[in-house]
C-alpha cells in the first residue's frame, strides 16, 4: 500500500538555525498537504501543495512540492522557540478519498 | 463558528472496562476521521466515515473497536474490555466532502488512561 515517510524523526536546533523536513510518498501524489502539532496540542493545518514543482511561502515557512510529485520538503529559516512541535505531511491514500499521514518530524528549539 | 469538538477530554478507566468517546465534527463537514495517537508518536487511522457511505473501518486494530456515525454527524467511538496498551490520545477530525483535497479539522482530542 502507499507510503509516506518523513525524515528526520526528530531535531534539536539551537534558536536562529534553519530546519527542514522531508517528505517521501512510494506513489505520485495528487496533493500534499502539511500539518503542524504544538505540544499538547492537536493537528492544524498549514497548507496544501499541488502542483509539480510548487513553492509556497508562509512568512519564515517555505514549502516545497517536488517535480515528480512524489515528495515535499518544509523549511523554516531562523527558527524561533515558537516553531517547536510536531510537522505532519499528508498526502491521499491509493483511493484517493483520504489522507496518509507522515510519521511526523518532532522539532525542538534550544533557545 | 465551533471547530470539531471532543468528549471527554480525558478519561481514566480500569482495564476491562468499556469506554465510549464522542466527537463533534464542523457543521456541513460530511467525512469524519478517527485517528490514535501514542505519546510522542504518529497518527494511527482507524476509521474513516463519508456521508452516508459504508465506513472504512480498515484500520480498527482489533474487534474491541467500533465507531458509528448517527444522522451523519455525531459520531461516537467504543473501546470495549479496554487494555492498558489501548491507552493514547484519539483525535477525531473531519473535512468538506471526500478528504483528498480537503484540509482536515482536528479537535483537542480525547486522552484515554487504561489503569
Known amino acids: 500500500g502507499q507510503q509516506v515517510m518523513q525524515i528526520p524523526q526528530y531535531q534539536h536546533v539551537q534558536e536562529g538555525e534553519d530546519f527542514t523536513t522531508y517528505c517521501n510518498s512510494s506513489?505520485?501524489?495528487?496533493?500534499i498537504q502539511w500539518y503542524k502539532q504544538r505540544p499538547g496540542g492537536h493537528p492544524v493545518f498549514l497548507i496544501q501543495l499541488v502542483k509539480s514543482g510548487e513553492v509556497k511561502k508562509q512568512k519564515r515557512l517555505t514549502f516545497q512540492f517536488g517535480e515528480a510529485k512524489k515528495n515535499s520538503s518544509l523549511h523554516i529559516t531562523a527558527t524561533q522557540t515558537t516553531d517547536v512541535g510536531t510537522y505532519f505531511c499528508?498526502?491521499?491514500?491509493?483511493?484517493?478519498?483520504?489522507?496518509?499521514f507522515g510519521g511526523g518530524t518532532r522539532l525542538m528549539v534550544k533557545p | 463558528g465551533a471547530g470539531v469538538s471532543q468528549s471527554p477530554s480525558n478519561k481514566v478507566t480500569e482495564k476491562g472496562k468499556d469506554v465510549e468517546l464522542r466527537c463533534d465534527p464542523i457543521s456541513g463537514h460530511t467525512a469524519l476521521y478517527w485517528y490514535r495517537q501514542s505519546l510522542g508518536q504518529g497518527l494511527e487511522f482507524l476509521i474513516y466515515f463519508q456521508g452516508n457511505s459504508a465506513p472504512d473501518k480498515s484500520g480498527l486494530p482489533s474487534d474491541r473497536f467500533s465507531a458509528e456515525r448517527t444522522g451523519g454527524s455525531v459520531s461516537t467511538l467504543t473501546i470495549q474490555r479496554t487494555q492498558q496498551e489501548d491507552s493514547a490520545v484519539y483525535l477525531c477530525?473531519?473535512?468538506f466532502g471526500q478528504g483528498e483535497y480537503n484540509e482536515q479539522f482536528f479537535g483537542p482530542g480525547t486522552r484515554l488512561t487504561v489503569l
Open positions: 506513489t505520485t501524489l495528487s496533493n
Open positions: 499528508a498526502g491521499p491514500n491509493n483511493a484517493g478519498n483520504m489522507l496518509t
Open positions: 477530525a473531519s473535512s
